[in-house]
């Protein structure tokens, strides 16, 4: 079978002298906690794929005896999607502009007609957009952290209905994104500042939500139906980061404090649960997989309220997926943990594909 693989390339390093702004650096000042000093961290392409994962994926296809193209979602993938018209689309592209990015790739390919793996363009766009998520959630009685959202900062009178300390992220953003040890906030003074930084150096909207103080899971969701099965469950444990850090899974904790030359020891899994826990767990990532009517695979954050009830934080319908088991990554650490190599995870959600489409 003709797969292609279509993508986004981490780079390196922003190119400032690009003459397209919308491909400028997002420089962001952040506070080092062990320095003590300013430090500029540029997260731009936090979400991209490196060439080590793009290979792997390449080579996972590859095992299985498919002939893989690779096809970069850019300006061009377009007419090389129509040219080459693959089988199916392997779809790990989170593109680059605009709250629809994730949705572009899959858009393009349903007017071409040509099937892919994951989530449509509809609920792609919706679970990016963090607010949506959990207005639908909510709907559905879900639990989810009680939110706002803040559009322009001129307009914001300081009063929020939520109670003290807050977590203050961009609205449509992954990876970590904007979430920094600052953005948990326990005064009027200190949402100012974050939600000035996230305003301006995003130009998006802030979501401003009651920050939830429990154990946080992540759940990992292999199918479609009935044949959607949650793996084993990871737990983020906090107690490894600097003792100044907040218990967030933050873009140091994420990206610079956890190195493969010093990995933290951040991840439980199988996390260490009650029976009655796992099923509430499980109970609510599989209802909100089915409710925003995700597709293949998806990665669902989760924290516990201070009544150990589980609240959905975020859902990643395209999850991360580093292939060395060194590095930090929830889904193939899941997919592990259930006894599926790294090849066999990947094939496993371009089979739940074809059997979504009636390719096998």
Not at 3 to 14: E, I, P, R, T
Not at 30 to 37: G, H, M, V
Not at 187 to 198: G, Q, T
Not at 337 to 354: D, F, H, K, P, R
Request: glycine share 4%; aromatic share 8%.
């Amino acid at each position: 079978m003709h797969v292609a693989l279509v993508f986004n390339l981490k780079k390196d390093k922003v190119d400032d002298s690009s003459e397209d702004d919308s491909f400028s650096s997002v420089k962001l000042l952040n506070k080092s906690l062990q320095e003590n000093k300013l430090e500029v961290i540029d997260d731009t392409y936090a979400e991209w794929d490196t060439i080590e994962t793009i290979n792997a994926v390449k080579l996972a296809l590859e095992e299985n005896n498919h002939i893989v193209t690779l096809i970069e979602a850019d300006e061009e993938a377009f007419e090389k999607l129509r040219k080459t018209k693959p089988d199916i689309v392997f779809n790990i592209a989170e593109g680059f502009r605009g709250v629809s990015r994730e949705a572009q790739i899959p858009a393009i390919l349903e007017m071409l007609n040509i099937p892919y793996t994951g989530s449509d363009p509809l609920t792609l766009s919706i679970c990016l957009d963090k607010a949506r998520t959990k207005e639908i959630l909510s709907y559905y009685k879900i639990p989810t952290a009680k939110f706002a959202v803040i559009e322009e900062l001129e307009e914001f009178d300081g009063d929020v209905e939520l109670e003290f300390p807050l977590i203050v992220k961009p609205l449509h953003e992954g990876s970590s994104k904007g979430i920094f040890n600052s953005s948990v906030v326990s005064n009027k003074n200190e949402l100012f500042v974050e939600l000035e930084r996230i305003l301006k150096t995003y130009d998006e909207p802030a979501l401003v939500e009651e920050f939830l103080p429990g154990r946080e899971f992540t759940v990992a969701i292999l199918g479609n139906g009935k044949d959607a099965k949650v793996l084993p469950i990871v737990e983020i444990k906090f107690d490894s980061l600097p003792p100044e850090a907040k218990p967030i899974y933050s873009f140091e904790a994420k990206w610079i404090w956890d190195t493969p030359e010093k990995p933290l020891d951040i991840f439980q899994c199988p996390a260490e649960i009650d029976d009655k826990l796992r099923e509430k767990i499980e109970k609510v990532a599989l209802l909100t997989f089915k409710i925003l009517r995700c597709r293949d695979w998806c990665r669902i954050d989760l924290r516990l309220d201070k009544n150990s009830i589980p609240n959905i934080l975020e859902v990643n319908p395209l999850p991360g997926i580093l292939p060395n088991p060194e590095d930090n990554s929830c889904f193939p650490k899941a997919a592990r943990a259930a006894g599926l190599t790294y090849n066999q995870m990947i094939n496993e959600v371009l089979n739940a594909a074809l059997k979504r489409h009636g390719m096998i």
